[in-house]
């Protein structure tokens, strides 16, 4: 087993996911070179990557999409996922990760960051995702190798497995020791590892790591604890099969050393992939795939390129799927397959098929959509996964430069959607405005620069509007007299009106106490439709709610009155009576979820109160170690833009919900504010 003998478990497919600038990206540029995908390595900063194949992710020098990219080393072949470690960017991640085999957890000794890496391990954890940790950036580190492990577990809820010690020279970190195969390696930039002869303190610091290694496998193996007790040193091979047990049964997280940016530690990694992740039968077996001949897939991400067409990224699960294979998907959608295409990075080639294992990009699959689950068969299948996505939390409204852009923009936005769920796009009917919903500042400005540069469509954005309200304080009984003559029939409409307020929260209510046919009854339904016209803007100039309005008297013409002169005598009843009822400004009160760091909650506590928050409490983020969930009612404006405070008071880690309360009534000088700033904009 400690030998590259193990036969291949057809192609796998491996995440890589950790925090964000933790160096994924120049990992996968490492291994596509180390294993001749590419002639060498690109850079992130010279914008050389195959990750970050996208103009957004070259711009910003970050991943902002998940990118796939396809080798083979020793004779299987790997596709590696190449996933966002900004939090806003999640859902790429959360959506491909169900039909990974195994991750790769990169991440570095930054306790800053160890929130963002509990978040990611447990998504894996929840999912039951075999996952190693690989420990970048071991060039530069500061601190003993111990002592970064103890500051990782917390962010584990398995024991991280040391794999792997350095070896020191001069304070610097020139190599490493293999605990499973027993053997010393010396980094050479850009090039294998130089085995060495282990020897000295190096062999102590071995001996004793190793034997901690074995400790925690025999937590989970009966044999190797009596071996460990009675000093017999366990064969070779049984040690590696304990490894891959343990590490698919989610029972410990292997932890292995490197570089990626001088690709040191590379191929031992690649070796711990070969001989220790599950291949598909186990990732079906995980996802409950029945047995059929069937082909059956997963989409995980959609793609619409300029030239190419709309791109369906998608894990063959199960069978055999032909090019101009039918597919029916589990939500209804029917495609004919228009290509497939191996993927690696932003350039593909067709091929004439895919088998069980495979990650390929399928062509033109119109009807079929990210998260679906699709099959050939006869019959829809059964979804197999379902990915929600993160309720979104920042805001804007967006508008087309020229409005004849309008119908293409929202073409675009349908697009965007459908390749990224967590945008969201809602019309507001009040306001009229498009309204784009997403995960953060950069979410929101990356989807602005994809509408210009991929969709052609250049936009205009602005916060978006808050629902103010208003209501009244005093009742009054008002008369509405509409009355015109103009040749031929004239309009004749009168009524008299009892205007009331309600409790907070009743909305509006008509009734009519109208006798002896003041108002004949076939004109009452026209007068309710013009105290619902007079409410629709009040004095202060938004809508009028908690109000009651009678219709208790009036007078007609027999020749003269009509539906519309009572519809309009209504709404002046409205609009003379409203101003002498004391009207009063109401502004949306939400309540807001914070979850976040436990160092962090005195920062939130502080944002909350300078942005008009009312603090309810705090207690500890069930089954999180180190966090809280904060709780607050807040008004709708100071939420604007609370999650660009809240990600930089938390390290990009802490996030809230909301949910609209109850409206209340807002006085004084922050009042005449958002009159005075209404009445301007309009």
Same mark, same amino acid.
């Given at each position: 087993?400690?030998?590259?003998?193990?036969?291949?478990?057809?192609?796998?497919?491996?995440?890589?996911?950790?925090?964000?600038?933790?160096?994924?990206?120049?990992?996968?540029?490492?291994?596509?070179?180390?294993?001749?995908?590419?002639?060498?390595?690109?850079?992130?900063?010279?914008? @050389?990557?195959?990750?970050?194949?996208?103009?957004?992710?070259?711009?910003?020098?970050?991943?902002?999409?998940?990118?796939?990219?396809?080798?083979? $080393?020793?004779?299987?072949?790997?596709?590696?996922?190449?996933?966002?470690? !900004?939090?806003?960017?999640?859902?790429?991640?959360?959506?491909?990760?169900?039909?990974?085999?195994?991750?790769? +957890?990169?991440?570095?000794?930054?306790?800053?960051?160890?929130?963002?890496?509990?978040?990611?391990?447990?998504?894996?954890?929840?999912?039951?995702?075999?996952?190693?940790?690989?420990?970048?950036?071991?060039?530069?580190?500061?601190?003993?190798?111990?002592?970064?492990?103890?500051? =990782?577990?917390?962010?584990?809820?398995?024991?991280?497995?040391?794999?792997?010690?350095?070896?020191?020279?001069?304070?610097?970190?020139?190599?490493?020791?293999?605990?499973?195969?027993?053997?010393?390696?010396?980094?050479?930039?850009?090039?294998?590892?130089?085995?060495?002869?282990?020897?000295?303190?190096?062999?102590?610091?071995?001996?004793?790591?190793?034997? #901690?290694? =074995?400790?925690?496998?025999?937590?989970?193996?009966?044999?190797?604890?009596?071996?460990?007790?009675?000093?017999?040193?366990?064969?070779?091979?049984?040690?590696?099969?304990?490894?891959?047990?343990?590490?698919?049964?989610?029972?410990?997280?292997?932890?292995?050393?490197?570089?990626?940016?001088?690709?040191?530690? /590379?191929?031992?990694?690649?070796?711990?992939?070969?001989?220790?992740?599950?291949?598909?039968?186990? @990732?079906?077996?995980?996802?409950?795939?029945?047995? #059929?001949?069937?082909?059956?897939?997963?989409?995980?991400?959609?793609?619409?390129?300029?030239?190419?067409?709309?791109?369906?990224?998608?894990?063959?699960?199960?069978?055999?799927?032909?090019?101009?294979?039918?597919?029916?998907?589990?939500?209804?959608?029917?495609?004919?397959?228009?290509?497939?295409?191996?993927?690696?990075?932003?350039?593909?080639?067709?091929?004439?098929?895919?088998?069980?294992?495979?990650?390929?990009?399928? %062509?033109?699959?119109?009807?079929?959509?990210?998260?679906?689950?699709?099959?050939?068969?006869?019959?829809?299948?059964?979804?197999?996964?379902?990915?929600?996505?993160?309720?979104?939390?920042?805001?804007?409204?967006?508008?087309? +430069?020229?409005?004849?852009?309008?119908?293409?923009?929202?073409?675009?936005?349908?697009?965007?959607?459908?390749?990224?769920?967590? =945008?969201? /796009?809602?019309?507001?009917?009040?306001?009229?405005?498009?309204?784009?919903?997403?995960?953060?500042?950069?979410? =929101?400005?990356?989807?602005?620069?994809?509408?210009?540069?991929?969709?052609?469509?250049?936009?205009? !954005?602005?916060?978006?509007?808050?629902?103010?309200?208003?209501?009244?304080?005093?009742?009054?009984?008002?008369?509405?007299?509409?009355?015109?003559?103009?040749?031929?029939?004239?309009?004749?409409?009168?009524? /008299?009106?009892?205007?009331?307020?309600?409790?907070?929260?009743?909305?509006?209510?008509?009734?009519?106490?109208?006798?002896?046919?003041?108002?004949?009854?076939?004109?009452?339904?026209?007068?309710?439709?013009?105290?619902?016209?007079?409410?629709?803007?009040?004095?202060?100039? $938004?809508?009028?709610?908690?109000?009651?309005?009678?219709?208790?008297?009036?007078?007609?013409?027999?020749?003269?009155?009509?539906?519309?002169?009572?519809?309009?005598?209504?709404?002046?009843?409205?609009?003379?009576?409203?101003?002498?009822?004391?009207?009063?400004?109401?502004?949306?009160?939400?309540? /807001?979820?914070?979850?976040?760091?436990?160092?962090?909650?005195?920062?939130?506590?502080?944002?909350?109160?300078?942005?008009?928050?009312?603090?309810?409490?705090?207690?500890?983020?069930?089954?999180?170690?180190?966090?809280?969930?904060?709780?607050?009612?807040?008004?709708?404006?100071?939420?604007?833009?609370?999650?660009?405070?809240?990600?930089?008071?938390?390290?990009?880690?802490?996030?809230? @919900?909301?949910?609209?309360?109850?409206?209340?009534?807002?006085?004084?000088?922050?009042?005449?504010?958002?009159?005075?700033?209404?009445?301007?904009? %309009?």
């Amino acid at each position: 087993m400690g030998q590259d003998v193990r036969s291949p478990r057809g192609p796998r497919c491996i995440a890589l996911v950790g925090p964000f600038q933790s160096g994924k990206t120049t990992l996968l540029e490492a291994i596509l070179a180390r294993t001749g995908a590419i002639p060498r390595a690109g850079s992130v900063d010279a914008g @050389t990557s195959v990750g970050d194949a996208t103009p957004e992710a070259r711009q910003h020098k970050m991943t902002v999409g998940l990118t796939a990219a396809t080798t083979n $080393f020793m004779g299987d072949s790997y596709t590696f996922l190449d996933c966002p470690g !900004s939090v806003e960017f999640a859902h790429d991640m959360r959506a491909a990760l169900p039909a990974v085999d195994a991750a790769i +957890v990169v991440c570095e000794a930054d306790e800053k960051k160890l929130p963002q890496l509990q978040i990611i391990l447990r998504e894996l954890e929840e999912l039951k995702i075999p996952r190693f940790l690989f420990l970048n950036k071991i060039d530069r580190a500061s601190q003993r190798i111990r002592e970064t492990l103890a500051m =990782l577990q917390p962010a584990s809820r398995v024991p991280l497995v040391l794999r792997q010690i350095p070896i020191w020279k001069d304070e610097l970190i020139e190599g490493f020791v293999d605990l499973a195969l027993e053997r010393a390696f010396i980094y050479r930039e850009h090039k294998a590892s130089e085995v060495m002869a282990l020897e000295g303190g190096d062999l102590d610091r071995e001996k004793e790591a190793r034997f #901690s290694m =074995l400790e925690k496998l025999a937590d989970h193996d009966d044999a190797l604890m009596e071996q460990l007790l009675e000093d017999i040193q366990p064969p070779r091979d049984a040690v590696f099969d304990d490894l891959a047990r343990e590490l698919r049964e989610g029972l410990i997280c292997p932890v292995l050393l490197g570089s990626a940016a001088r690709e040191n530690g /590379v191929l031992r990694l690649m070796k711990a992939l070969r001989h220790e992740a599950p291949g598909i039968a186990e @990732t079906a077996k995980r996802l409950g795939v029945p047995e #059929s001949k069937d082909a059956l897939g997963y989409v995980f991400k959609t793609v619409h390129s300029q030239h190419g067409g709309k791109l369906s990224l998608t894990r063959l699960l199960a069978g055999h799927l032909d090019d101009g294979a039918t597919l029916q998907s589990a939500s209804g959608g029917l495609g004919r397959v228009s290509g497939v295409l191996a993927v690696n990075g932003a350039y593909d080639t067709k091929r004439a098929s895919a088998e069980a294992g495979d990650t390929v990009a399928l %062509a033109k699959l119109d009807a079929i959509k990210t998260g679906d689950t699709a099959s050939n068969g006869k019959t829809p299948p059964a979804a197999l996964i379902t990915i929600e996505p993160t309720p979104p939390v920042l805001a804007i409204s967006i508008a087309a +430069v020229d409005r004849k852009d309008d119908v293409k923009l929202g073409q675009a936005m349908a697009r965007l959607h459908e390749e990224d769920p967590s =945008l969201v /796009v809602v019309q507001n009917a009040k306001t009229h405005d498009t309204v784009l919903w997403g995960q953060g500042e950069m979410h =929101l400005r990356v989807a602005g620069e994809r509408l210009r540069d991929r969709f052609g469509v250049k936009v205009t !954005s602005h916060p978006p509007g808050i629902g103010y309200q208003e209501t009244i304080r005093k009742p009054i009984t008002q008369r509405g007299r509409h009355k015109k003559q103009s040749g031929g029939h004239g309009q004749f409409g009168d009524v /008299v009106l009892d205007i009331r307020p309600l409790p907070r929260g009743d909305g509006f209510r008509f009734g009519e106490k109208v006798v002896g046919g003041a108002v004949p009854r076939n004109y009452i339904p026209a007068v309710e439709e013009g105290v619902v016209d007079g409410l629709a803007r009040g004095p202060l100039g $938004f809508p009028v709610t908690d109000v009651e309005v009678t219709l208790t008297d009036g007078s007609y013409h027999s020749v003269d009155s009509s539906d519309l002169a009572f519809r309009t005598a209504a709404r002046i009843g409205l609009n003379e009576g409203l101003p002498q009822c004391q009207p009063v400004l109401l502004e949306p009160i939400h309540m /807001v979820e914070i979850v976040c760091p436990t160092d962090a909650t005195a920062k939130i506590n502080a944002i909350l109160s300078a942005r008009r928050g009312q603090i309810l409490g705090f207690d500890t983020r069930e089954g999180w170690s180190g966090w809280d969930c904060v709780r607050a009612m807040m008004p709708e404006a100071e939420i604007g833009e609370l999650i660009v405070e809240l990600r930089s008071a938390t390290a990009g880690a802490g996030s809230f @919900t909301r949910q609209f309360d109850h409206m209340a009534e807002v006085t004084g000088r922050a009042a005449d504010q958002i009159i005075a700033a209404h009445q301007h904009a %309009a």
